[in-house]
C-alpha cells in the first residue's frame, strides 16, 4: 500500500520543500494552497522527478465548508492518508498592539489556528481509518515566546501550542500521534508576505546572518514522521546557530 500525505500550504517555503522531502522518500502527496499555476507545476514535476503520485487541492483554509467538502469527497485511492502536515499559516504586518490592522489580525487567528482545526477535524476520519495517523503542526518560536509587535501573530501560533497539547492528549485513545515544530526565523516567502512585499524591510530581517532554510524544516518534517511507530517526538523548538530565541540573535556587521 502506498504512504500518503497531505500538507496545507505546499506552494512555497517549508510546505514546498516538505512536499519535495516526501516524495523523494517515495509518498504519493496531496499538496494544497490557493496559487493555482503553482500547484500543477508542483504537480508535474513531482510526479516526473520522483515517479510518485500527486494530487493538487485548490482550496483556502479559512473556508470551513470547502474545506470540509473538498478533502470529505477525496477519491477512494486517495484517502489512505497517515500524514497531515498542518503547516499553512502567515504573519501580517509588525505593528505595536494600539496601532495594528484588526482586519490582519482576523486573517491571522482564521489562518493559523482556524485553519489548521478545520483541516485536521476533515482529515482525522481517513487517519483514524489507517489506524495509524501522524499530525505534525507548524507552530513558531512566537508561540513560545511573545515579543514586541508580535502581538496576535505571537497569539495564533500559542494557540497551535495549545492546540497540538490538546489534541495529543484526546487522540491518544487513537494511537495518532501529534507533533508541534516550531521553527524560528527562516528565509521563505514569510517576510514578504508579513511586511506586505516590502522588500527592505524583508531582507533586513535576515541581513547579517544565516537564518534556517526551507529544507532545514522539511528535513525537521520528515525526521519525526520517520521515527519508529512507538516513537512520538511533541514538542520540537528549532532555530538557526546565530538565533536563541525570540529577542536574541547575533548578527554579523559589514
Ligand atoms: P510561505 O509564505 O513561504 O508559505 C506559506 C504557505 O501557506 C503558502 O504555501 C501559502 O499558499 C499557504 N497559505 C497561506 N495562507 C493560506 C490560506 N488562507 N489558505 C491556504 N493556504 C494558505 O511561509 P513559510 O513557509 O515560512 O510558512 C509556513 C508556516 O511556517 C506558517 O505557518 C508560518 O507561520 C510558519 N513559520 C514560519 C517561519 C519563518 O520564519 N519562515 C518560522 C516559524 C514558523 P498560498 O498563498 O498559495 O495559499
Ligand atoms: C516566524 C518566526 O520569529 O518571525 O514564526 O515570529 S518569527
Known amino acids: 500500500m502506498k504512504n500518503i500525505v497531505l500538507i496545507t500550504g505546499a506552494t512555497s517555503g517549508f510546505g514546498k520543500a516538505c512536499a519535495e522531502k516526501f516524495a523523494a522518500e517515495k509518498y504519493d502527496v496531496i499538496i494544497t494552497g490557493r496559487r493555482a499555476d503553482r500547484l500543477s507545476e508542483m ?20 473556508d470551513k465548508k470547502v474545506v470540509t ?7 477512494q485511492q486517495w484517502q489512505g492518508i497517515t500524514i497531515l502536515v498542518n503547516n499553512a499559516g502567515l504573519a501580517l504586518g509588525r505593528d505595536f498592539f494600539d496601532e495594528a490592522d484588526m482586519d490582519d489580525w482576523e486573517t491571522m487567528i482564521d489562518t493559523n489556528l482556524k485553519g489548521l ?9 481517513f487517519l483514524l481509518k489507517t489506524g495509524a495517523g501522524h499530525i505534525i503542526n507548524i507552530g513558531s518560536i512566537a508561540g513560545k515566546e511573545v515579543y514586541e509587535k508580535g502581538n496576535v501573530y505571537c497569539a495564533s501560533k500559542y494557540a497551535v501550542d495549545a492546540i497540538s497539547k490538546a489534541m495529543r492528549i484526546d487522540l491518544l485513545r487513537h ?66 546557530t546565530a538565533q536563541a530565541n525570540s529577542y536574541s540573535t547575533f548578527r554579523k556587521s559589514n
Open 175 to 240: 494511537g495518532i500521534k501529534v507533533t508541534a515544530i516550531h521553527p524560528g526565523a527562516a528565509e521563505t516567502e514569510f517576510s514578504m508576505v508579513r511586511f506586505k512585499g516590502d522588500t527592505e524591510k524583508a531582507d533586513a530581517l535576515y541581513a547579517g546572518y544565516t537564518p534556517l532554510s526551507a529544507e532545514d524544516i522539511a528535513d525537521t518534517v520528515w525526521y519525526c514522521a520517520s521515527l519508529p511507530a512507538h516513537v512520538c517526538i511533541n514538542d520540537l523548538v528549532i532555530t538557526c
Open 69 to 75: 467538502e473538498t478533502i470529505g469527497s477525496l477519491p
Open 43 to 62: 504537480q508535474k514535476q513531482l510526479e516526473s522527478q520522483y515517479g510518485i503520485a500527486c494530487l493538487p487541492l485548490l482550496f483556502d483554509v479559512r
Open 117 to 125: 482545526l478545520y483541516v485536521s477535524r476533515a482529515v482525522l476520519p
